[in-house]
C-alpha cells in the first residue's frame, strides 16, 4: 500500500511539471503572441488553431463524453436506477445550456453598456468640423467592416478552460481511485500524452483570445493543478470510502461535457471555417488534430 501511494505521488508530480512545461511553450515564445505579423505568419497561427480544434473535437467525442457515459451508466446500474427517459443526456444538455444562458447574459450587459457608448465619436474632434466618425456611421458607410467580436472571446476562453479543468480532475480522480501500481502507471502515461497535447492547444486558444498574458499564466497554473487535485481527492475518497462519490462525479462530468460541446461546436470550429482563405487546408489541419487524438485512444 504504501508503495502504491509513492506511485500516486510521482505521477501527480510528473503530470503537473509536464503541464506546466507544455502550456508555457506558446505562452512565452514571443511568436505565437504576435498580432500584427505577416500572411503567412496568420495563415500558420490560423493552422496551428485548426489543429487545435480537432484536438478538442476528438477529445469531445472520443474521451470526454464516452468516458461520462460510460460512469454515469455503471452508477445508475449500481444503485439499480431503471427510466425510460435519457437522464445521462439530459446532464449533457443542462450543461450545453447552462454555459449558453451564462454566456448571452454576459453578452447582454455588454450590449446594454455599448448601446451608451455607440454614439460617442471614434476621432474626437480637436477643433475641426470634419474626422468625426460614430460606430453607426461606420456601419452604414460603403466601406465593409468585419468585426468578429465573439471570436476567441474571453468568457469562452474561460468557459474551456473550465471544462477543461473538470475534465483533468475527473481524469486525476482515475488515478487517485486505482488499487494497483500498475495500473496507476498504464492511465499515468495515457494521461500525459493526451494531456500535453490539451494543454498546448489551450495556450494557443487563450493567448489568440483578450485574455490577459497573466490570467493566460494563471490558467495555465491552475489548469496543470487539476489532474494532481484529482489525484489527490481520490486518494482521499479511498480513504474514506463515500458512498455518493462515484454519483457526485458522473453529474460533474455530464456537466463538464456539456460545457465543451458547446464550446467546441459553437466557438472553436466556427470561427475558423468561418473565416476567409486556406478552406480546404483548415479542414486537414482539424483532420490531423482529430486524428493524431484518435490514435492515441485507440491505442489506450
Known amino acids: 500500500m504504501e508503495y502504491l501511494f509513492q506511485v500516486k ?8 511539471l509536464l503541464t506546466l512545461l507544455f502550456g508555457f511553450i506558446p505562452a512565452r515564445i514571443k511568436w505565437f503572441r504576435e498580432t500584427n505579423g505577416t500572411d503567412i505568419h496568420r495563415m500558420v497561427l490560423s493552422l496551428i488553431s485548426c489543429f487545435a480544434g480537432g484536438v478538442f473535437l476528438a ?44 454566456e448571452k447574459i454576459v453578452q447582454s450587459f455588454r450590449e446594454m453598456r455599448g448601446a451608451r457608448e455607440e454614439s460617442a465619436p471614434l476621432l474626437h474632434d480637436h477643433g475641426h468640423g470634419h474626422g468625426l466618425a460614430t460606430a453607426r456611421d461606420l456601419e452604414s458607410s460603403g466601406h465593409h467592416v468585419h468585426v468578429d467580436l465573439q471570436a476567441h472571446s474571453s468568457f469562452r476562453s474561460f468557459m474551456l478552460f473550465l471544462s477543461l479543468s473538470l475534465h483533468s480532475v475527473f481524469e486525476g480522480l482515475a488515478i487517485g481511485l486505482q488499487s494497483t501500481d500498475s495500473k496507476v502507471l498504464e492511465i499515468c502515461i495515457a494521461i500525459l500524452v493526451h494531456k500535453s497535447i490539451i494543454v498546448f492547444s489551450l495556450s494557443v486558444k487563450l493567448i489568440q483570445s483578450t485574455v490577459h498574458p497573466l490570467w493566460v499564466a494563471a490558467y495555465i497554473v491552475v489548469f496543470a493543478l487539476m489532474s494532481p487535485l484529482g489525484i489527490a481527492i481520490g486518494i482521499g475518497v479511498m480513504e474514506a470510502q463515500l458512498t455518493a462519490g462515484p454519483l457526485i462525479q458522473a453529474v460533474l462530468e455530464g456537466l463538464a461535457a456539456g460545457t465543451f460541446v458547446y464550446i467546441t461546436f459553437l466557438e472553436i470550429l466556427p470561427h475558423e471555417l468561418n473565416s476567409p482563405g486556406n478552406q480546404l487546408l483548415k479542414v486537414m489541419f482539424i483532420l490531423f488534430g482529430f486524428t493524431i487524438m484518435a490514435g492515441l485512444t485507440f491505442l489506450g
Not at 505521488?9 to 503537473?16: D, K, N, R, T, Y
Not at 467525442?61 to 435519457?86: C, H, K, M, N, Q
Open 59 to 102: 477529445a469531445c467525442l472520443l474521451d470526454i463524453i464516452p468516458d461520462y457515459l460510460s460512469d454515469i451508466g455503471t452508477v445508475l446500474d449500481a444503485r439499480e436506477v431503471e427510466t425510460p427517459f435519457p437522464l445521462p443526456e439530459f446532464i449533457i444538455a443542462a450543461g450545453f445550456f447552462m454555459v449558453l444562458i451564462l
Open 9 to 16: 505521488i510521482g505521477a501527480l508530480i510528473g503530470l503537473l
